[in-house]
């Protein structure tokens, strides 16, 4: 009677290659995880002559982006966001505005912080992703959709609006699933900036906040 | 008999690179004048179609090309130039026409950065490299014994690219040229497949990059 095929009776190589084609199965199946961290260009524009504060919240300072697999075949997706998403906001905000202020607290009655002329609560309200498997189109695909609350330091509303972003990387060769989306997440964040910079004056709430100032409102602030 | 031996390496090689066809159309509307003096170029790829992106590597490759054959041209690189001038070079800010341009430098900001940079040519460069029809079967094993592959494989890949030149100091489009290269490669796999590549966007990539050279050179 023959032997069994058992741990004793294989040689390591073969050990080797059975653990390397398991592995190669099963790399289909996991998460692919995805950390998105790069510095942004400081941007090149005249600052508005404004004292803003920023309050990042835990949702978005670690903002992250969970998709399951939906089949066997696929693999679930995780992509982080958070770090990359604070270092943005925080370069282009400083090149738009003379003075940017870190909020101790989030703003609202009896929170104590600085003195700013207005306070901006940055939120990503969703996200969503496209990879060549999912749409036959070989291109890799980031869109986002900010909310942006402008407030006052003791928390009453002076303007709320969304704003998406898009980014998109084409496939590339050797280029992993995972670094092609990091690129596009890249390209996104930047398109978020550069919406943001070129519109912010233009959001007819914040325009007439801009106005009623009577600093702003005797020499218009233009992007 | 190693000098041979290399020498035999590198005609295999070129003899295993496919077949590409390459066509070049170039249009120039005002021939440079004047030389270029210290005055630089940058070339920019379009980005706003949804369904294709130009590569950053055949921009890099064009700029590459340009520089290797005229030193004297000074070609910035692409990423530098974005950031350099962020955020009105993104896909969503980008100037579409030269007109466009005016509305940019009425920002002191931009003005000053572009005579920092002394960029005189913008090239926009519109187009991708697209995998076309492809045929035959492939089959690979795996044993104790060894692996080895059997079948055949071929495809065709197709390069359409457009270059758009514009003047600063005129405000104008000067010039336009396009290109389209295609190519088929094989792959036939007999224990070990051997690619035989037909180099389609690089081809592509050195017709554009002549033809700019040619325009920019008489600048210069």
């Keep these: ?223 | 008999m190693t000098p041979r031996r290399l020498l035999l390496g590198a005609l295999l090689v070129s003899w295993l690179t496919g077949c590409v066809n390459a066509t070049v159309d170039q249009m120039v509307f005002n021939s440079p004048t004047e030389g270029m003096g210290d005055a630089s170029v940058v070339i920019l790829g379009r980005r706003h179609a949804s369904d294709y992106e130009t590569e950053p590597g055949f921009i890099s490759c064009v700029g590459k090309h340009i520089g290797a054959r005229d030193p004297a041209i000074r070609v910035i690189d692409e990423l530098e130039f974005l950031n350099a001038l962020y955020p009105w070079f993104e896909p969503r800010t980008a100037p579409l026409r030269p007109a466009d341009l005016e509305k940019l430098f009425a920002h002191r900001d931009v003005v000053e950065k572009f005579a920092t940079l002394q960029t005189r040519y913008m090239i926009w460069i519109d187009g991708s490299t697209v995998r076309g029809d492809s045929a035959g079967s492939m089959t690979c094993g795996i044993g104790p014994g060894g692996a080895g592959c059997f079948g055949f494989g071929t495809w065709s890949d197709d390069a359409s690219y457009e270059a758009t030149i514009w003047d600063f100091t005129q405000r104008a489009e000067v010039g336009r040229i396009s290109a389209t290269a295609s190519g088929q490669s094989y792959m036939p796999a007999v224990v070990l497949p051997i690619p035989i590549i037909a180099p389609v966007q690089g081809t592509a990539c050195d017709s554009v990059g002549d033809q700019l050279l040619d325009f920019l050179s008489t600048a210069n």
């Design chain 1, 1 to 223: 009677m023959e032997a069994p095929l058992s741990g004793s009776m294989t040689t390591a190589p073969e050990r080797w290659l059975t653990a390397l084609l398991l592995t190669c199965l099963l790399a289909g199946c996991g998460t692919k995880q995805v950390v998105v961290q790069s510095e942004f260009p400081d941007p090149v524009m005249n600052p508005l002559p404004l004292t803003l504060g920023i309050w990042y919240d835990d949702d978005f300072a670690n903002h992250e982006f969970f998709d399951e697999a939906s089949g066997r075949a696929e693999s679930s997706w995780l992509v982080n966001t958070g770090q990359a998403q604070v270092e943005l906001w925080q370069t282009l905000l400083k090149g738009m505005f003379r003075d940017v202020v870190f909020m101790n607290g989030k703003p609202g009655p009896g929170q104590m912080n600085p003195v700013v002329d207005a306070v901006l609560l940055p939120a990503v309200d969703e996200l969503q992703y496209a990879i060549p498997s999912h749409t036959n189109v070989k291109v890799y695909e980031i869109w986002m959709r900010y909310r942006f609350q402008l407030v006052t330091t003791g928390g009453e509303p002076i303007a709320e609006w969304t704003m998406p972003a898009y980014g998109k990387t084409p496939t590339a060769f050797m280029q992993s699933d995972e670094g092609a989306v990091r690129l596009a997440a890249i390209v996104a964040l930047r398109d978020a900036g550069a919406h943001f910079a070129t519109t912010f004056t233009r959001v007819p709430q914040v325009e007439a906040w801009l106005n009623s100032l009577p600093r702003a409102g005797a020499t218009p602030v233009q992007p």
